[in-house]
Structure formats: structure tokens, C-alpha cells
């Protein structure tokens, strides 16, 4: 099995669907993602991205509401806060004062730009 993503025209995910092996391989077996597209799009029309549940590809598994950056060839999370920044190395958002390592638990708190204790 293989997992698919829809893109709209601003290559955010509507939808990831799965889709069987059979339709993604070709006689011999071999998985192929343009396959996978081709079955996806015969289907539903649209433009399709396969996602890896296991990050294997594109960086992490895509979700509704994610991103997919070409030039990452990435899926990228929807920003969780406005003070985050993108690292393209990781496809990933990192806040602006790095979580504390001490083996508390903590939220972001937006207005303050630092970590707060859960209790």
C-alpha cells in the first residue's frame, strides 16, 4: 500500500488517501509514485504527492491542511504560531527561544515568546 495526498493549486493538502499496491506498481511489482498518480488522478482528477506514513519520503507524512514545497520536495505542517520559522533543512517550524531539555513538560506561550511549565 501506498499513501497519496491531493494538492490544490497553492499545493495544500485536501485529502491523503491509500492506495493499493496493484495500482501502484508496475507489472513486475515494482512501486512506482507515477503510477500511484496516474490511478489517483484517473479517479479523481486533481494533482497528487505520495506521502510516506513512515517519513521516508518528503520529510514527514502529509495532513490535511499541510504544504507541500517543491523546492523541499517536503511536506510541510500548517505554521503553529506567528513567531515560528521555517527551517528548510528539516521542513519543519522552529520557535524562536529553542524548548528546554530538562524533561518538563511546557507550552508555547505566543504573547510572551517563551515556554511555560505545564503543571
Not at 520529510?59 to 490535511?64: K, L
Not at 511536506?75 to 524548548?99: E, K, R
Request: charged residues 20%; contains cysteine.
Amino acid at each position: 500500500m501506498a499513501h497519496f495526498a491531493e494538492l490544490d493549486n497553492n499545493n495544500v493538502v485536501l485529502r491523503v488517501i491509500v492506495v493499493a499496491t496493484k495500482d501502484n506498481s508496475t507489472a513486475d511489482g515494482v512501486e512506482k509514485e507515477s503510477i500511484g498518480q496516474a490511478f489517483c488522478e484517473r479517479l479523481f482528477g486533481g494533482t497528487w504527492k505520495q506521502t510516506s506514513y513512515n517519513n521516508n519520503m518528503r520529510v514527514q507524512y502529509a495532513g490535511i491542511g499541510y504544504s507541500y514545497n517543491p523546492t523541499l520536495d517536503a511536506f510541510i505542517s500548517p505554521q503553529p504560531y506567528p513567531s515560528w520559522t521555517l527551517d528548510n533543512t528539516m521542513a519543519d517550524w522552529i520557535p524562536p527561544t529553542p524548548m528546554p531539555t530538562d524533561g518538563g513538560q511546557y507550552s508555547w506561550n505566543e504573547e510572551t515568546q517563551t515556554w511555560d511549565v505545564i503543571d
